[in-house]
C-alpha cells in the first residue's frame, strides 16, 4: 500500500505563504485521487482540497478558494498545496489523503499521511 509522507509545514506570519508537498512511495501514486486534509486545535478534521488522478479536476472548501491551489507531478510521486494569504484560522496539522476524496466524507481515503504542522501567527 502506498505511504505519503508530508512535508513544508512551518510557523509563518498573517498574510506570508508556504507550499506543502506529499510524496508518495510508489509508482502507483498515479492511480489514486489526491487531498488535504485539516485539523485545527479541538476542532474535526476537515476538508481542504481535492485533485483527481490526471490533476484535470479540483476542489476547494469554500474557506480556501482562491487562496490555495493544489497541484500534482505524477512523474514525481508528489502533491503539492500552495497556500497563500495565510490567516491564523488555517493554523492546524495538514493531512496528505489517497483515494476517494470527498468534502463531505473521509471515509473513502485509503491512505492517510502523518500530517504536518501549519501554524500562522498575526
Known amino acids: 500500500q502506498v505511504q505519503l509522507v508530508e512535508s513544508g509545514g512551518g510557523l509563518v506570519q498573517a498574510g506570508g505563504s508556504l507550499r506543502l508537498s506529499c510524496l508518495a512511495s510508489e509508482r502507483t501514486f498515479s492511480s489514486y485521487a489526491m487531498g488535504w486534509f485539516r485539523q485545527a486545535p479541538g476542532k474535526e478534521r476537515e476538508f481542504v482540497a481535492r485533485?483527481?488522478?490526471?490533476?484535470?479536476?479540483?476542489n476547494y472548501a469554500r474557506s480556501v478558494t482562491g487562496r490555495f491551489t493544489i497541484s500534482r507531478d505524477n512523474a514525481k510521486n508528489t502533491v503539492y498545496l500552495q497556500m497563500n494569504s495565510l490567516k491564523p484560522e488555517d493554523t492546524a496539522v495538514y493531512y496528505c489523503?489517497?483515494?476517494?476524496?470527498?468534502?463531505?466524507?473521509?471515509?473513502?481515503?485509503?491512505?492517510w499521511g502523518k500530517g504536518t504542522l501549519v501554524t500562522v501567527s498575526s
Open positions: 489523503a489517497a483515494g476517494w476524496i470527498s468534502s463531505a466524507t473521509q471515509n473513502g481515503v485509503d491512505v
Open positions: 485533485i483527481s488522478l490526471s490533476g484535470g479536476s479540483r
